[in-house]
């Protein structure tokens, strides 16, 4: 498990990176790197000061082929930043020890915290379905660029200071190729079972149609702030009991049964039998009640 980059990066409050951004405070961090929050100093003084995240990352130290992986990281999101819903890169720099990626700032945290610290959507089907449909669109704007995640999750989803828009981070293990062989890379709770390699074996898999799956977790997340099962494997007993019996499964989870519906279409085992970002998109709208 990668360690977390606060133990590997020191404190750089304060520091002044590319066109005059100013480092203030630390505001998250994970295995790829830490987050600040800066300020525009040009802007300092006026009466609508810019404030952006900063997000810094590992440079010096790093292999060849881990470099490549950064700045693949780095490029991918680059292609997909003016998508609706995806988080905007205003700039991009560089010193011997650091990548800096200059991006907007989400003022509502990652959804994680919105789920489970202020349980924000616990009841409110308007906002459950607004927010959701956001993050919808914008996994339909990067896969239209040929563009999967591959790690959707709540940490890796920013939210506005309503929590009705969200925006996707992180493109750590995105990758453009439209069949994969590469198992047990993202984050158990959301991971499909082709991901696993468990399941069906090791054969290759579609990313794109693996990001379906994990929106699926995350609308369960949302609405019942827990999570159905930790990994999709037969060794997970809550998951083998929706293997056995998936309608049981989901009608002992908090959902309408109408939103149960759509889940079962999201949460096919067989990747070629699952429901298209389309039709989510419009079984969601359509649908009379998610909760």
């Not at 506005?160 to 925006?167: A, E, T």
């Not at 493109?171 to 499909?192: E, V």
């Not at 990001?211 to 949302?222: H, R, S, T, Y």
């Not at 949460?267 to 298209?276: E, G, H, K, N, T």
């Amino acid at each position: 498990m990668p360690s977390n980059a606060v133990d590997r990066i020191p404190n750089l409050t304060g520091k002044i990176i590319g066109d005059g951004y100013q480092l203030l405070e630390l505001i998250g961090s994970g295995a790829g790197g830490v987050v600040y929050k800066a300020i525009h100093l040009p802007t300092a003084r006026s009466s609508q000061p810019i404030f952006r995240a900063v997000k810094v990352m590992q440079k010096a130290g790093l292999s060849k082929r881990e470099l490549a992986a950064v700045n693949q990281e780095i490029q991918f999101h680059l292609t997909c930043a003016d998508q609706p819903g995806v988080v905007t890169i205003h700039d991009v720099c560089d010193n011997k020890s650091y990548f800096y990626l200059v991006l907007d700032l989400c003022d509502g945290g990652d959804l994680f915290g919105r789920i489970c610290d202020l349980r924000a959507y616990e009841g409110n089907d308007t906002l459950v379905r607004t927010a959701f449909l956001s993050l919808l669109n914008a996994v339909s704007g990067i896969h239209s660029r040929g563009i999967a995640h591959r790690d959707l999750k709540p940490e890796n989803v920013l939210v506005n200071h309503d929590g009705s828009r969200l925006f996707l981070s992180d493109f750590g293990l995105a990758t453009d190729a439209t069949k994969i062989t590469i198992y047990g890379w993202g984050t158990g709770i959301y991971m499909s079972p082709e991901a696993t390699g468990k399941l069906n074996g090791r054969v290759p898999y579609c990313p794109r149609t693996s990001d379906v799956w994990a929106l699926g977790i995350i609308l369960v997340n949302m609405i019942t702030g827990r999570n159905p099962w930790m990994r999709a494997r037969h060794d997970d007993p809550d998951f083998k009991a929706y293997v056995d019996d998936p309608e049981s499964f989901m009608e002992a989870l908090p959902v309408s049964r109408d939103i149960a519906g759509v889940l079962l279409r999201t949460l096919v085992i067989d990747p070629r039998c699952r429901i298209s970002l389309a039709n989510l998109r419009r079984a969601i709208v359509d649908a009379p009640t998610l909760l």
